[in-house]
């Protein structure tokens, strides 16, 4: 062998020669897509932003997708899933969006330190936003949103609402312009001195009377407007719970 073989090659050949890689250079894999709703172009950008996310968190993000629960109820399959993902995975902390095509249900739940920074209210919040995808059957598009939703929402302490209209940066900006029009306003309210002319300035108090006083009705207009009514379905159901591995979650789920 030639002696001066660069130590990257001899590296290489080695772990060819033993039958693979060392266990640091495997991929962690977080699209599960049984039932065949996403693209292979798809599930490879997913991986690659639920991995880029996951790492900057500390929180996996995982998709489930199935045809069929067999049965079980879609929080149940998805608990049953979370248990063995876990113990195999030694990994406690995940967000995980499961979808059940056969009763088209969708659960989102939070495992770990992501029950409290995405509690159930949140969960509610990220639901409102990719229902839509999945009706439609954006189910890429109802995950990347999960996981940015998700992850922007994890940034906050629990307990805040992180739709609050006091955290938005347009409000902000609202309330910094009406109180810098209010200074201006003051300012510009004592520049030329005081006004004293009034409208009894220029009326004789004395010989000036009202002649008449009239009141004339003239038409009636009635406008009606339609209440609309919600047709899109997709009532709410879940909340957190525990698995039957003992592993406690937040949650909450929605047909679409």
Known sequence: MNLKMPV??????FFITIGGWPAFAQTDQHIMDNAGL????????LEAFAAQHSQKEGTDFLFLSTD????????????DFFDQWAEENNQENAVLL???????EVYLAGFGTAQTKLDDSRVDLVLDRIVPNLRVGDYG???RKTVETSSRY?????????????????FHLAVSLLLGGIVVGSM?????????TTSSTYIDQNNTRVRSEMDRFRNKTVSRRRVPQNKGGGGGFGGGGTTAGGRSFSGGGRSF
């Open 98 to 104: 499961t979808i059940d095509m056969g009763s088209r």
């Open 68 to 79: 069929s629960t067999g049965g079980d109820t879609i929080v149940k399959y998805m608990g």
């Open 38 to 45: 996403l693209t292979e172009s798809q599930i490879a950008e």
């Open 141 to 143: 598009g109802a995950f």
């Open 8 to 13: 990257a090659l001899l590296l290489m050949l």
């Open 188 to 196: 510009l309210a004592g520049v030329g001195g005081r006004v004293t």
């Open 154 to 170: 994890m940034e906050y302490r629990p307990g805040v609402n992180p739709e609050s209209i006091f955290l938005k940066t347009w």
